[in-house]
């Protein structure tokens, strides 16, 4: 069982930037994936970005060149460091972990990022 807990969100303005932190209760470097997806008001979850223990990544075209995904595998920690923000992206985000390929099997509760003026 992995427990992971997000952190970072709040309320930024249109520009902003943000880092969201995930930190999980047991040794990541041997996950498979971690990933980023997020959910807006009366939308579907999407998948923002996710990263492998090999450290290959993947973006939504929505966030490629603006958002970067990054783990530490020392700290548990996977982060996502969101630049040049913009309204669309307010949702929540939640992060997650896969212990095989095309699933994710453990989820966070979420944090809020709101980006508005």
């Known amino acids: 069982q992995v427990q992971l807990v997000e952190s970072g969100g709040g309320l930024v303005q249109p520009g902003g930037s943000l880092r969201l932190s995930c930190a999980a209760s047991t040794s990541i470097s041997s996950i498979y994936a971690m990933g980023w997806y997020r959910q807006a008001p009366g939308k579907q979850r999407e998948k923002v970005a996710s990263i492998t223990s090999g450290g290959g990544t993947n973006y939504a075209d929505s966030v490629k060149g603006r958002f970067t995904i990054s783990r530490d595998n020392a700290k548990n920690t996977v982060y996502l460091q969101m630049n040049s923000l913009k309204p669309e992206d307010t949702a929540v985000y939640y992060c997650?972990?896969?212990?095989?390929?095309?699933?994710?099997?453990?989820w966070g509760k979420g944090t809020q990022v709101t980006v508005s003026s």
């Open positions: 997650a972990a896969g212990t095989r390929p095309g699933s994710m099997d453990y």
